[in-house]
């Protein structure tokens, strides 16, 4: 696709930064957010982001400083991290080895904030990626990958979050196979785990997890599970972009037991809850808005609902942008974001994963940022987006 140059104009201080986009008559006014500039963790929900990685060339190469800033980012924002998910491209160019360094470097720096007085909760994924993604493997293999890769995370401190593993959705036969894989991996278990149940949308490869026909069968196999697993679970996280099937599932866990949303379309509504409960978080969208839902998650905290709702609004039309289908090609939205508000110093991420959005989309990203106050430097995003349209025309 290609543009027009951009027209940039600053002025005044009500109206930080202006630009006219492609596609748009009248020139973007961009307002500075009333955001404060740091938040404290939630009391009244556990929140976590799950945070990406920022690459110096497109390749394998870690830009280690801006991705474990953005870290520090998140922490100032009252986030806990979720380190080497989805999110962070794992399965789709962060290998385990650089998986494993990613996660003992967020150990230390979150140890190292914490030393310091500063808030710095962390849990990493543990999954089987090591294993070769070219044949089957059996389920003791399996489970030895996935005990392996507890371990490491365990031996870091960081609280664990057992990954949904396509090597055992391929090999598994039925409900029964998930069972006696995760049942004595979670014995294993220092402290209590948050399971994960990653929807088709976000890896095809994970299609019939569980080893159910259905939401319901699958449901079913999860709930034998923690009721089989004692103390050893915290919470699941469940991404099936579906808040009906959440709700229902949320209603059915046993008491103590979070459900922790991964939701990017319906959050805003399954954290506030209703009179039946509410929804923990563990969410990718939160890397991208990261300062208003931090502010509406105080808001909450506070008893102010009118407040949550004007803050939380606006972000979930760009959230819903930003994880539009091919969903699994969201982590770009996210590093774009990042790249706009000066957290990372290019617009790159692993295996060029940024590439695979087009322009038109990453433009309306813009737009909805800009509407969400997830544009917390006018005047940067401005130049940044300007910079941006003149490289793609």
């Not at 990613?102 to 030393?115: F, K, M, T, V, Y």
Request: hydrophobic share 45%; net charge negative; proline share 6%.
């Amino acid at each position: 696709m290609r543009f027009p140059p951009p027209v940039t104009q600053l002025r005044g201080p009500d109206v930080t930064a202006r630009i006219t986009l492609p596609g748009r008559a009248e020139s973007l006014e961009i307002t500075p957010p009333a955001w404060a500039a740091g938040y404290p963790p939630p009391v009244s929900r556990r929140v976590y982001a799950a945070a990406h990685v920022a690459s110096v060339d497109g390749g394998d190469l870690v830009d280690w400083d801006a991705t474990l800033g953005f870290r520090d980012h998140l922490w100032a924002h009252g986030f806990a991290v979720a380190e080497a998910m989805d999110t962070a491209q794992r399965g789709m160019g962060l290998s385990w080895g650089l998986a494993r360094e990613l996660i003992a470097s967020s150990a230390e720096r979150a140890a190292a904030r914490r030393a310091a007085g500063g808030y710095a909760d962390l849990a990493c994924g543990a999954g089987t990626d090591h294993l070769a993604a070219d044949g089957g493997h059996s389920l003791p293999a399996i489970a030895d990958a996935y005990a392996a890769q507890l371990d490491f995370v365990q031996s870091t401190g960081a609280n664990v979050i057992l990954m949904a593993s396509r090597a055992l959705a391929a090999a598994a036969r039925g409900p029964r196979d998930y069972l006696d894989v995760y049942g004595p991996l979670l014995k294993q278990a220092s402290r209590p785990v948050i399971l994960h149940w990653l929807g088709e949308a976000f890896d095809p490869a994970l299609r019939g997890y569980w080893g159910g026909a259905d939401f319901e069968s699958a449901a079913a196999t999860v709930l034998d599970l923690i009721d089989q697993a004692g103390d050893k679970v915290d919470g699941i996280k469940l991404s099936v972009l579906d808040a009906s099937k959440e709700v229902a599932l949320r209603r059915r866990l046993p008491a103590g037991i979070r459900l922790y949303t991964g939701d990017d379309f319906g959050y805003a509504e399954l954290i506030k809850g209703d009179e039946h409960g509410h929804s923990d978080a563990l969410l990718g969208a939160f890397a991208a808005v990261t300062v208003p839902a931090a502010a509406a998650l105080h808001a909450l905290d506070v008893g102010d609902l009118t407040g949550y709702e004007a803050a939380i609004g606006p972000t979930v039309p760009l959230s819903r942008l930003i994880f539009e289908a091919p969903t699994y090609y969201y982590k770009a939205g996210v590093a774009f974001l990042a790249w706009l508000n000066g957290l990372q110093p290019r617009f790159s991420m692993l295996d060029g994963l940024e590439r695979k959005r087009p322009a038109g989309h990453l433009v309306r990203v813009f737009e909805l940022a800009a509407a969400a106050g997830a544009l917390r430097d006018p005047d940067l995003a401005v130049s940044r987006m300007a910079l941006f349209l003149r490289e793609v025309r």
